[in-house]
Nanobody, 126 residues
Framework: QLVESGGGLVQSGGSLRLSCAAS????????MGWFRQSPGKEREGVAC????????YYADSVKGRFTISRDNAKNTVYLQMNSLKSEDTAVYYC?????????????????????WGQGTQVTVSS
């Protein structure tokens, strides 16, 4: 099970940190990612982590503002979001996929069949 937290309402320019805690399995065997979906748009991968080599991939829209990280001891993956913009408003989902099935962080952000969390709403007011 993946449980996200940390979403909420924030003003433009502000920051939020999302957390995704895994239970009943270890994240060490999974690549991880954060996806988002806003009304009328397809779900997109915005930040992904290759758990084997530690490489990351970010969508151009969030590069330089968002950071994905993990804490193995807490079995949790994070998304630090800074300099938030109104266009960042979306439901954010964490996702994992076994390392066997995904070759890179960029590929992780493009997959359609990961194991999803339930999502957390992020709203950025302008």
């Amino acid at each position: 099970q993946l449980v996200e937290s940390g979403g909420g309402l924030v003003q433009s320019g502000g920051s939020l940190r999302l957390s995704c805690a895994a239970s009943e399995f270890s994240l060490e065997r999974y690549h991880m990612g954060w996806f988002r979906q806003s009304p009328g748009k397809e779900r997109e991968g915005v930040a992904c982590l290759n758990t084997v080599d530690g490489t990351t991939y970010y969508a151009d829209s969030v590069k330089g503002r968002f950071t994905i990280s993990r804490d193995n001891a807490k079995n949790t993956v994070y998304l630090q979001m800074n300099s938030l913009k109104s266009e960042d408003t979306a439901v954010y989902y964490c996702a994992v996929r076994p390392t066997l099935f995904v070759s890179s962080a960029q590929a992780m952000c493009s997959i359609t069949n990961p194991f999803w969390g339930q999502g957390t709403q992020v709203t950025v007011s302008s």
